[in-house]
């Protein structure tokens, strides 16, 4: 008789769909006849980027979610309990549960999110558009913003980033700037999915390679800038966790708001840079009046900017507990 874990592992590859920074996949599974510990590879987290880790603690408390949502979908009854072990590197445990997972979201959803980071129509998201993701948030709040307010701030905090030490050399490990790249098809960011052109992608290759920080930063902070320049709507997630466990709690309501937004015809750019520096955070936190924890422009990619459905890294050899 299979075991519900054994039944899981088919749903790894779905549960891979979730978001994560860098596209680095960081989480990792470790099976028991109890239960499944969900963790991080340290190698895969963003110790330059990411110092305080929130974007990683988001990022595996919206895998759980995604978990959950493709346990539910596939008739397991399945829950999850979130205590973060730093030695363990793991974030939570999968259990089973007396019911299904209870969620609006279905495997479906789950496939059809992802990122868009090309141009959008105009429009600003309405108050009926933005009540469907407010109504998935229980840790979190949600606060609109017009884009072209946010597009100096967005542009400052790429420059403040991008010229930091260590920067530009971890973003260098996660970019696939060409399909030549031998990773270009398991994870990172590819030119593609950052709506770069094969010249704009070359032209950033040279500058890496070149270590010439200065006029990358000023590169990547004038792309960005140029994509707020318009008619449409920041979403800010605030909120103010006080633990670990409780920033992947606030990961759950991230994902959530992107399920929501994705079954409405809606895509995200998420804009971490302005909550990553430490200047920009600030005035964006006394704009919103609460503490930002992500920040991501929401609305529909234009006909012409629809981008690639992103990569992901083929099945990991299972690992067992304590290993
Ligand atoms: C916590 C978190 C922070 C992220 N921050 C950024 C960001 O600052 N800029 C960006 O372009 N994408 C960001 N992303 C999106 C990831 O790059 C994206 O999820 C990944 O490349 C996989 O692509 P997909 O979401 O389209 O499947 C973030 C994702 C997560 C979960």
Request: aromatic letters at 6%; a positive charge; hydrophobic letters at 45%.
């Amino acid at each position: 008789m299979t075991t519900w874990t054994e039944e899981f592992r088919a749903l790894e590859p779905l549960c891979a769909r979730a978001p994560s920074p860098h596209n680095a996949q960081p989480w990792t599974l470790r099976f028991s006849p109890e239960g499944i510990t969900v963790g991080w590879a340290p190698e895969r987290s963003l110790p330059v980027g990411d110092p305080t880790r929130r974007d990683l603690l988001l990022c595996l408390g919206g895998y759980v979610e995604t978990a959950l949502i493709a346990a539910a979908d596939a008739g397991l009854a399945v829950r999850a309990e979130f205590a973060v072990d730093d030695e363990q590197h793991s974030v939570a445990r999968l259990l089973p549960a007396s019911d299904r997972y209870r969620s609006d979201f279905t495997a479906a959803d789950v496939g059809a999110r992802g990122c868009a980071r090309g141009a959008y129509l105009p429009g600003r998201l309405d108050a009926e558009q933005l009540g469907r993701v407010r109504a998935q948030l229980t840790a979190t709040a949600l606060v609109e913003v017009p884009a072209r307010s946010l597009a100096a701030l967005a542009a400052r905090s790429d420059r403040r980033l991008f010229s930091a030490p260590g920067v530009a050399a971890e973003l260098r490990t996660w970019l696939r700037l060409t399909p030549r790249h031998p990773r270009y098809h398991q994870d990172g960011l590819t030119f593609r999915a950052l709506a770069m052109s094969r010249v704009e992608a070359a032209g950033l290759r040279a500058l890496l390679a070149a270590r010439a920080s200065r006029p990358l930063a000023r590169v990547l902070a004038a792309t960005q800038a140029g994509l707020l320049r318009y008619e449409g709507s920041v979403l800010v997630l605030t909120g103010d966790p006080a633990t670990p466990e409780g920033m992947a709690e606030a990961g759950r309501d991230l994902v959530r708001a992107w399920y929501a937004l994705a079954r409405q015809g809606l895509s995200v750019h998420p804009l971490s840079q302005l909550v990553d520096c430490a200047d920009t955070e600030r005035e964006l936190r006394h704009r919103v009046g609460a503490r930002p924890l992500a920040v991501f422009r929401a609305g529909r990619p234009s006909p012409s900017a629809v981008p690639p459905r992103s990569a992901r890294l083929g099945p990991r050899p299972p690992a067992a507990a304590g290993h």
